[in-house]
Nanobody, 123 residues
Framework: QSQLVESGGGLVQPGESVRLSCTAS????????IGWFRQGPGKEREGVSC????????TYLDVGKGRFTISRDNAKNTVYLQIHHLKPEDTAVYYC????????????????WGQGTQVTVSS
């Protein structure tokens, strides 16, 4: 069964950094683009960043440019999202999802999705 599992979330203080992981099981990520998305309290889910099967990266959030770093380790079948200088408005459930080869902005083209990992930024 193809599955994605996110991890690395938790309670962090403003200004700190966090690294989220998205690990696939049941299939290889080699030919897939992986997107990170988030849904804050009372907000719609939005795209954060994406990395293609060739390693090209896209940042969807204007507010995230410079603070979000996406990377992949195909040997570990894992994609990472590092968030620097966390702000309270980064509080959200962070999800990863895949689609074949390259990134698209439309979330409906991504499947499957992980269950999400909660990041709470608070002092």
């Amino acid at each position: 069964q193809s599955q994605l599992v996110e991890s690395g979330g938790g309670l962090v203080q403003p200004g700190e950094s966090v690294r989220l992981s998205c690990t696939a099981s049941g299939f290889s990520l080699d030919n897939y683009a992986i997107g990170w998305f988030r849904q804050g309290p009372g907000k719609e889910r939005e795209g954060v960043s994406c990395i293609s099967s060739l390693g090209d990266t896209t940042t969807y959030l204007d507010v995230g440019k410079g603070r979000f770093t996406i990377s992949r380790d195909n040997a570990k079948n894992t994609v990472y999202l590092q968030i620097h200088h966390l702000k309270p408005e980064d509080t959200a459930v962070y999800y990863c999802a895949v689609r074949i080869y390259y990134c698209l902005a439309n979330q409906s083209f991504f499947d499957p999705w992980g269950q999400g990992t909660q990041v709470t930024v608070s002092s």
